[in-house]
């Protein structure tokens, strides 16, 4: 009898031995929360063999890793579901996403509210029968004949990416082609089947409860206008029902929170459509929000050592072509204006018009560190698709700074940025945030010597690592021209957004011929770091909105203190009391229209001041005043000066009331 050979791998962090060809799940059998494998780094179902020497992760329904099996899963079933509905339906991509999926269909009318039903019905169905998920590779004829009939899946195969949601890869069949196969449990019959790389849940019942179909959005395909139009359904999964319902009880309050809505209704800021799209005006109350971010950043700017620069809003390309950005980033630039025999482009980024002023003069080792700073107004064209409220504009304001020094003090210059950036947020009421670290990828567009790319690495890892936060690894999505630390904040409903960053580049400094005399009189390249403190103005108020619903801490609030007289003869009274509070620096107003007290009141609460500030007879008598807040608690008799000194004190020391 011939003994069958063992095999040796790590499993979890451990040596174990196993019987030769183990799969996952019959290593798993006794474990019904491990849905997926990572073989040597790898995904892969459970149903793959092992082999000597892997190194194996179980991968849990609530790992990350098992959220984008668990909902790419859910996609599949629903286009099965789709496909059950509407034979005639042709199938595009049905990728995982941030909290959920989605796939494309091309289809003869557009789906409608009550077809959602009807899918997830059917999903239902599907997941409850426990059809299971089956891998099978394919030769490329094998999966044109599979793929009869499906002319966006003959076009995929043997592509090995194509672009997904915003321009992203999301890779079909990967060195292989592969089709999964759902089966029925009961006959073994396969009942569909879709080409994809997976993996995918052993089986639909994992499915469970906790997925919904949410919207349904047009889609080229491809993401060209070019190509057909789709019609895309969006839906989500999560391990539990329970889940699945906090998730929509979040997507419910960002809807409050909704900062395009609010800049509305608190009139601070609109997108008029002869501007165009992507371009944003500020309102007079949204002009006041803005200022106080723009006076907060420029102070600690010229605290910290900064000098302030200006720079043009157009500049000719060659100074873009200098930099290294043309190249990489026209795309994303308005498109060039002649201009006397030259092509002239819309500032996209500060950076290019700083190495001219750095490199204007001489420099020496003792003008190092160099700091230069600028609210720089730069363009960018995003596609029309992914424009959105504040958050993705095409005109937008930096507060774009960057410092020049020596290698040996890049370390220390970092620290004192991410020092400045962690306090600033801090100052704006955000204080969860971790940090990610972007680093070279295998792409052509990353340019510089492996050398400089691992020093420039190294040197933010390891003051990212000093702070003590959480540090994310992002591979591959660093700027062309060097690494980047990105600050990546939590909001007050848990949502995170990246916010500041700071970048290490030694490419620009050589391009431009950057040099400062060293002390021994050669002439050597400095280092430069870029860091954006708010990232953008824009982009940072919308966050804000969102962070506090709109109800501003005081400092920020366009008006601080509303007055509303009990009664008309009390107008004079209160407009004296808000006198005397403009006169110490505070934002008031008194509300002398004709409506009555209590409607005033109802008013202006929707505006959300910090201090709804009411007089009558007492307060006139007593000189005094009440305070009404914002959660409807009141204060009675309070007397002027305290009144101004408790608003103030508020304003001072950036408190929310």
Not at 296 to 302: A, G, I, K, L
Not at 534 to 560: D, K, M, N
Not at 614 to 623: K, P, Q, Y
Not at 636 to 657: L, S, W, Y
């Amino acid at each position: 009898m011939v003994e069958e050979s063992n095999i040796d791998v790590t499993l979890d962090g451990e040596n174990v031995s196993l019987e030769s060809a183990t799969t996952g799940t019959q290593l798993f059998s006794d474990d019904r929360g491990v849905v997926a494998l990572r073989v040597n780094g790898d995904l892969r179902d459970l149903a793959y063999s092992l082999s000597d020497g892997d190194t194996v992760e179980s991968v849990r329904l609530s790992d990350p890793d098992g959220l984008s099996i668990l909902r790419h899963s859910a996609a599949h079933v629903l286009a099965q579901a789709v496909q059950s509905v509407n034979p005639e339906a042709k199938l595009g991509i049905g990728p995982p996403i941030t909290d959920g999926f989605y796939y494309d269909f091309d289809v003869a009318e557009p789906f409608t509210p009550d077809d959602l039903k009807t899918l997830r019905a059917a999903m239902q169905k599907i997941v409850n029968q426990g059809q299971r998920f089956v891998r099978r590779v394919v030769t490329e004829a094998e999966a044109r004949e599979l793929a009869s009939g499906e002319p966006y899946k003959q076009e995929l195969i043997g592509i090995k990416g194509h672009p997904g949601e915003d321009g992203e890869d999301v890779e079909v069949g990967g060195a292989e082609l592969t089709y999964y196969e759902n089966v029925d449990p009961r006959t073994g019959e396969v009942v569909w089947r879709d080409l994809c790389r997976g993996p995918h849940l052993p089986t639909t019942k994992l499915i469970g409860n906790g997925f919904d179909l949410m919207r349904v959005a047009a889609a080229y395909w491809r993401g060209s206008q070019e190509n057909p139009q789709l019609q895309r359904i969006y839906g989500t999964a999560w391990p539990t029902k329970d889940e699945l319902v906090a998730y929509k009880t979040r997507l419910e309050e960002a809807a409050k929170r909704d900062h395009r809505k609010l800049g509305a209704e608190l009139d601070l800021f609109s997108f008029p459509e002869e501007i165009g799209p992507g371009l944003v005006v500020f309102h007079p109350k949204g002009g006041v929000i803005k200022r106080e971010m723009e006076d907060y950043v420029r102070t600690r700017h010229v605290e910290e050592g900064f000098l302030y620069v200006s720079t043009p809003h157009i500049s000719k390309g060659t100074l873009f072509e200098t930099s290294g950005h043309l190249p990489y980033y026209e795309d994303t630039m308005f498109p060039a204006m002649e201009v006397d025999n030259a092509k002239y482009y819309l500032k996209a980024m500060s950076c290019p018009m700083h190495n001219l002023i750095y490199r204007s003069q001489s420099r020496s080792y003792r003008d190092l560190p160099l700091r230069f700073f600028e609210f720089g107004t730069v363009y960018r064209y995003e596609k029309s698709g992914v424009v959105q409220g504040l958050t993705r504009v095409r005109g937008l304001t930096q507060d774009d700074s960057h410092s020049y020094c020596t290698k040996e003090q890049a370390p220390a210059e970092i620290a004192k940025l991410l020092d400045f950036i962690l306090g600033l947020l801090r100052d704006f009421g955000l204080s969860d945030f971790y940090l990610e670290l972007s680093t070279r990828g295998d792409g052509a567009k990353f340019i510089g010597s492996d050398q400089e790319w691992d020093e420039a690495t190294a040197v933010l890892s390891q003051v990212a690592g000093s702070t003590g936060l959480e540090l994310v690894p992002d591979p591959g999505g660093a700027a062309f021209y060097g690494p980047k630390i990105s600050v990546q904040a939590r909001d007050a409903i848990g949502r995170t957004w990246q916010m500041s960053t700071i970048q290490y580049d030694f490419n620009q400094p050589a391009r431009f011929g950057l040099e400062y005399m060293a002390p021994d009189g050669s002439r050597q390249q400095p280092v430069m770091i870029h860091s954006a403190k708010f990232g953008s103005i824009e982009r940072f108020f919308g966050v804000l909105t969102e962070h506090y619903a709109g109800a501003f801490p005081v400092w920020l609030s366009p008006v601080q203190v509303q007055g509303i007289p009990v009664a008309a003869e009390y107008d004079e009274y209160l407009l004296g009391v808000a006198a005397e509070m403009k006169a110490a620096g505070i934002r008031a107003e008194v509300d002398t229209g004709d409506d009555r007290m209590p409607k005033k009141i109802r008013t202006h609460s929707k505006q959300k001041p910090p201090f709804i500030m009411i007089a009558g007879e007492d307060d006139r008598v007593a000189g005094a005043v009440s305070f009404r807040f914002r959660d409807g608690s009141q204060r009675n008799g309070i007397p002027v000066a305290e009144a101004i000194r408790i608003v103030r004190e508020a304003i001072d020391t950036k408190a929310q009331v």
